[in-house]
């Protein structure tokens, strides 16, 4: 099964940016759907930004405009780049990938990266 591990996480001041990159290991996840969920304190887990293997993106509303995520088939790499950001966007930022089989899905998690924003 594949691994996944997030990087690039940390402190930032409101209004600037940051990068977030998710290296998978164990298998390529070419044909995976990826994304980007994140989680607040005492706050459900939410999908930010996903990816599908045809390159097609979509975003929540709340950073619309303001996050990008892309991928990287070959380094086996997602990344989530981050501006304007704002203290809401404060949360441990989880990779995500989706594999579909013929029979259902398996899902996978990185371990999680701290973001956060300072006002």
């Known amino acids: 099964q594949v691994q996944l591990a997030e990087s690039g996480g940390g402190v930032v001041q409101a209004g600037g940016s940051m990068r977030l990159s998710c290296t998978a290991s164990?298998?390529?996840?070419?044909?995976?759907?990826l994304g980007w969920y994140r989680q607040a304190p005492g706050k459900q887990r939410e999908l930010v930004a996903s990816i599908t293997n045809g390159g097609g993106t979509n975003y929540a509303d709340s950073v619309w405009g303001r996050f990008t995520i892309s991928r990287d088939n070959a380094k086996n790499t997602v990344y989530l780049e981050m501006n304007s950001l704002k203290s809401e966007d404060t949360a441990v930022y989880y990779c995500?990938?989706?594999?579909?089989?013929?029979?259902?899905?398996?899902?996978?998690w990185g371990q999680g990266t701290q973001v956060t924003v300072s006002s």
């Open positions: 164990g298998s390529p996840f070419g044909t995976y759907l």
């Open positions: 995500h990938a989706r594999n579909t089989w013929y029979h259902g899905e398996e899902n996978f």
